[in-house]
């Protein structure tokens, strides 16, 4: 009743009410998702230039890439035998049809 006695015009224009399926709305994730991202990004900054993320991304990766192949190598060392063992029964059997 009181809004109806003030003039449109003169009324106070308050926030309107806050909603929850705002927040939940794609749009509207991805532009705090991308404001926290500028947060970081600031908090980051080295003087050269480089972010200290992408110079922890780096050395992590170099830690994977060394990881992956010692890996690697003991995967091979350990297939090597099964392979020689192979070849070696291969080898067997030729000589063995030979002979028959």
Request: avoid cysteine; aromatic fraction near 8%.
């Given at each position: ?25 794609e749009k509207g994730a ?69 002979e028959v």
């Amino acid at each position: 009743m009181q809004d109806e006695e003030i003039p449109k015009h003169k009324r106070k224009k308050g926030k309107k009410p806050f909603r929850i399926e705002e927040r939940l709305t794609e749009k509207g994730a991805q532009r705090r998702r991308d404001k926290e991202e500028e947060r970081i990004q600031k908090d980051m900054k080295w003087s050269d230039g480089y972010t200290k993320y992408e110079t922890l991304k780096h050395a992590q990766q170099a830690l994977e890439d060394i990881e992956r192949k010692k890996k690697g190598a003991q995967h091979v060392a350990s297939h090597q035998q099964y392979f020689s063992w192979y070849s070696y029964s291969l080898v067997d059997h030729e000589h063995r049809i030979k002979e028959v």
